[in-house]
């Protein structure tokens, strides 16, 4: 039985919404994505809205300051989302206000309606005040609602949309403890994008690569400091990849023989995301901080794990110093990625959880 999905997101983050819809596709469902905003990176856009965001600095400082993360927020009604203060209730509303026309005429150009099932990716309606899905629900259509990383960490959940969801997933380890009836799915991914990989690469020569998206979230200036001690001592290339086009990252990513995903960051969580994917599936061996409990948790799990500044230190020496052992768990990475990031193995899972709580 064939179905559509109608995917809605802010914006198109990391590439993964579209994967999503390109999953479905796959598999013969019809798909859309719809998002708020431009993506920043270059990532594919379906239906992009080009609402205005602001993302200067002070705009970025202003969202880091008033997280729930930084009000140390951990579980409970204190993870929903509020106004935090009558300046900014007021911005939404007159948010609100600019969007609904260019929406109604969205929902009638691409006939919005016919789809079976609406899946908000970050958990975030058109409107803060989920008008648009509490209309999709009073027509019948059944709610998902995806959270990625900062979503549900730093903003907080969106109460009127969380109240009529009928399935509620993500693909974050450290969710799954702050909200008690979330499904965990792990994030669905196609490596044929990838460039060419070279099967005898020579992972003798050394070239490490770090690509963050946010230095903050990914800890780069402790990277920095560690790959700085450690060039001193031995032989090796050190690549810093801000500021490029995705496709070029990705070029120069695929000739590199380790890569640190995130190490001691703030904001971002622990684990990985789809540059940790991308890097797995290349062969490469990734480091990125886990907690013990995550570590243990992830099945098989790919990951060579450094949770400060002395871990990482620790993890870059035994794999600088054994050329052997990088490959050997770069093809391991290689394989876990087809196993547990397929687009087979995520829509079997997610098609179970549609059944399993009535979407289907």
Known sequence: MSYSILHIAPENFAGVP??????????????????????????EEDICCHFAIPRSKVATFYR??????????????????????????????????????????????YD????????????????????????????????????????????????????????????????????????????????????????NKDFSRIRIVHSPTNRIYKGTELIVSVIEKLQRTYDFEFLLLENMSRSEVLAVKSQCTISIDQVGGSYGGT????????????GIPTITNMTEDYASWLPENPFVIANNAKELEVQLVRLIESPDNCKTIGEHGRKWVDTYHSYKRVNEHLESLYHKYGLL
Not at 130 to 158: E, H, Q
């Open 64 to 109: 880091m300051h008033h997280s729930l993360i930084r009000k140390g927020t951990d579980k409970g009604d204190d993870l929903f989302w509020r106004p935090k203060s009558i300046v900014e209730r007021l911005y939404f509303s007159l948010q609100t206000q600019s969007r609904i026309s260019m929406v109604k005429s969205l929902i009638q150009q």
């Open 271 to 282: 684990g990985y995301g789809k540059a940790g994917i991308e890097s797995l599936a290349m």
């Open 112 to 199: 919005l309606d016919a789809f079976d099932i609406i899946h908000y990716d970050g958990g975030l309606d058109f409107t803060r005040d989920s008008r648009f899905a509490k209309r999709w629900k009073s027509m019948n259509k059944p709610i998902v609602t995806c959270y990625y990383g900062s979503d549900l960490r730093a903003r907080g959940i969106i109460k009127e949309i969380d109240d009529i969801s009928d399935l509620k997933i993500t693909s974050e380890f450290d969710h799954l403890s702050l909200k008690s009836d979330l499904e965990f799915v792990f994030y669905p991914y196609n490596p044929d994008e990838l460039p060419q990989s070279n099967p």
């Open 18 to 43: 579209i994967d999503f819809k390109r999953m479905h596709e796959h598999f013969g469902n019809s798909s859309r994505l719809i998002t708020f905003h431009d993506n920043p990176l270059g990532f």
